[in-house]
């Protein structure tokens, strides 16, 4: 019997739509690391319900982060420039307790090797800033390079912060995934 924490992508359930609001606006330390530079509005429910939740439930762009059975966060992406299919992706886990246990990291295996084989694209990529260095670490350890920081561009609090950009091509995804093992080792869940 696996007794390692099982990490699922999926589309929510409706009955799921109050305790993931409840997550997400209860316990916001995400939001000082989520792009906080841009400034967070809480969304009322109802804008929760025709924004994210039902972004999530379309689960084109975006999939909640299952973890045992309940949801701790999302994954998603967006188009940069889709004409030159130039692809982000992103990630929050929104429960602060599940910090620092690579979960993420866990998460975006999945998600990655889905964008690869679902996209017509050669190149995922994250944008992060320096006051996030878990996004950057999660994002190394699994295989995306620092392809530029743009020093100083992010001023928040009284501080200027780097943005920082990661990447990873399909070849070099591919290689890793074959190399590593990841796939077993790293990938506990199905989307």
């Given at each position: 019997m696996n007794s390692l924490p099982i990490i699922t992508l999926r589309k929510p359930r409706d009955d799921e739509a109050e305790s993931l609001y409840q997550l997400m606006i209860s316990d916001e330390q995400w939001t000082e690391f989520n792009g906080?530079?841009?400034g967070h509005v809480r969304p009322t429910y109802d804008e929760f319900l025709d924004g994210l939740f039902?972004?999530?439930?379309?689960?084109?762009?975006?999939?909640?982060?299952?973890?045992?059975?309940?949801?701790?966060?999302?994954?998603?992406?967006?188009?940069?420039?889709?004409?030159?299919?130039?692809?982000?992706a992103g990630i929050i886990i929104y429960d602060s307790h599940q910090w620092g246990r690579g979960l993420g990291r866990k998460a975006l295996v999945p998600?990655?090797?889905?964008?690869?084989?679902?996209?017509?694209?050669?190149?995922?990529?994250?944008?992060?800033?320096?006051?996030?260095?878990?996004?950057?670490?999660?994002?190394?350890?699994?295989?995306?390079?620092?392809?530029?920081?743009?020093?100083?561009?992010?001023y928040y609090k009284g501080v200027y912060y780097d943005s920082i950009k990661l990447g990873v091509t399909r070849e070099e995804w591919e290689s890793k995934l074959k190399t590593t093992q990841a796939q077993d080792s790293l990938l506990a869940g199905e989307l």
């Amino acid at each position: 019997m696996n007794s390692l924490p099982i990490i699922t992508l999926r589309k929510p359930r409706d009955d799921e739509a109050e305790s993931l609001y409840q997550l997400m606006i209860s316990d916001e330390q995400w939001t000082e690391f989520n792009g906080p530079y841009f400034g967070h509005v809480r969304p009322t429910y109802d804008e929760f319900l025709d924004g994210l939740f039902a972004k999530l439930k379309a689960g084109d762009q975006s999939l909640a982060i299952d973890y045992d059975g309940r949801l701790i966060g999302t994954v998603s992406y967006y188009w940069e420039d889709e004409q030159t299919r130039w692809l982000e992706a992103g990630i929050i886990i929104y429960d602060s307790h599940q910090w620092g246990r690579g979960l993420g990291r866990k998460a975006l295996v999945p998600w990655v090797t889905h964008l690869f084989e679902t996209l017509e694209i050669e190149r995922v990529g994250m944008t992060t800033w320096s006051g996030n260095p878990r996004m950057v670490a999660s994002a190394e350890s699994i295989g995306f390079q620092v392809e530029g920081r743009l020093r100083k561009v992010r001023y928040y609090k009284g501080v200027y912060y780097d943005s920082i950009k990661l990447g990873v091509t399909r070849e070099e995804w591919e290689s890793k995934l074959k190399t590593t093992q990841a796939q077993d080792s790293l990938l506990a869940g199905e989307l």
